[in-house]
């Protein structure tokens, strides 16, 4: 008896968690909210590192209106410093710009340098090397 009790509940079970038809109201319902989402959605962020114990930088902006993205990074690494603006909408993504230019033969290492981190979502703090930790090799020096 306990077994037809068991079965029974697990076939219920399994009814109530299939997944449901959508209705064609609902889909019309869901696809307008996402076209309304899209058509209004808006942000910006950016972000910077710019480690003078490493010799590198990376900068990156981005902003959103509506079904439209434009952006831009950059980066130097001692050899090359690289910029590429673009953009992205209706018409797929893009690069407007590509710039590189030659900037050194390497990065140059340090020791006495700090990284500055900045971001629109994480605010800005620096780092240095610990010379007086041989177990940490930098500290948080908080700007």
Same mark, same amino acid.
């Given at each position: 008896?306990?077994?037809y009790?068991?079965?029974?509940s ?7 968690a ?30 910077k ?13 981005e902003?959103?209106? /509506?079904?439209?993205?434009? /952006? ?5 690494? /001692? ?10 909408d ?13 900037? /050194? ?6 020791p ?6 900045e ?15 041989d ?9």
């Amino acid at each position: 008896m306990f077994k037809y009790v068991l079965i029974a509940s697990l076939l219920v079970t399994i009814a109530f968690a299939a997944p449901r038809e959508e209705t064609e109201q609902e889909r019309l319902d869901r696809e307008e909210l996402e076209r309304y989402q899209n058509e209004n959605a808006q942000y910006a962020f950016n972000s910077k590192v710019d480690d003078q114990i490493n010799d590198g930088q990376i900068i990156r902006e981005e902003e959103r209106e /509506g079904g439209t993205v434009r /952006g831009k990074y950059s980066y130097f690494d /001692g050899f090359v410093k690289r910029t590429v603006e673009y953009i992205a909408d209706k018409d797929g993504y893009r690069v407007l710009k590509d710039t590189m230019e030659d900037v /050194g033969n390497g990065p140059q290492f340090n020791p006495e340098g700090q990284a500055d981190v900045e971001g629109s979502l994480i605010g800005k703090y620096s780092i240095k090397l610990d010379k007086d930790d041989d177990e940490k090799h930098y500290k948080d020096i908080h700007a």
